[in-house]
């Protein structure tokens, strides 16, 4: 994809209808509180409850979704957050393919206090994206207050966490190589991923985390025990990409099943 073609993009992902009306929410958003591990972490989850027909976003949100951010400012007692996304769907609407969740998305957290003897006041803000005919930019704040004993195992966000893509390794991936190319600063990844299929329909997402870039949809084909996913990477202008390879992550999605890979050589 040329800059001409990215700017096309731009501008017809820019042109799907958004709402800022803040009455009559399609979206609520609530902390279950969870139970503490015997790591001393705390196990809990950001529950999003969504009207009938309308769908939010997962981490890599597709071609017209909206990446959804978290901000835990304003917490106590807390050193650091992990969140544990279940596998999501893949949504097809007027060309476009986004990558999220219809009716409702538990997404359980792990969250490591600063001291496992205190509990965890946590605070914090999620700007998401929800759509059905429209897109709506959703902000709401949450606030919970997680005690410092075990607590009592929620059997929604056991399952959430059984719901998440399967490792590398218990997937039997043998091999991950990645090829990156260059020209007139843009750059094309490829990744081969030796494994079995995962089933019908399968499909790469290609992350850089932390990296300041636009990736593209993976163009994914499979022959024989390789998967194969190209994306196109734009940076930021002015800057040069800098590709560490062990921070690549992919994800193959086939319906409901997804294995997560991380780094490539």
Known sequence: MNRSSLALAATLA???PFSLQAA???ARLDVLPGWRTDRGTVIAAIRIQLDPGWKTYWRTPGDAGIPP???WAGSSNLASVALHWPIPET???NGYTSIGYHDQ???PIELTPRDPARPIGLRGQADIGVCADIC???SSGFSANLAADAGRRDARIVANLAA???SARAAQVSAVHCDLTAQDGQYALRADVTMPSAGRDEHAVIELPGQPVWVSQAETARSGDTLSATVEIVPEPGKTLMLDRSKVRITV???RNAVDIRGCS
């Open 164 to 166: 998440r893509p399967i």
């Open 69 to 71: 951010q978290f901000s």
């Open 14 to 16: 820019a042109a799907v």
């Open 136 to 138: 709506v930019p959703f």
């Open 24 to 26: 009559g929410d399609p």
């Open 253 to 255: 999605l086939a319906g």
């Open 105 to 107: 998305l538990i997404l």
């Open 91 to 93: 949504f097809g609407s």
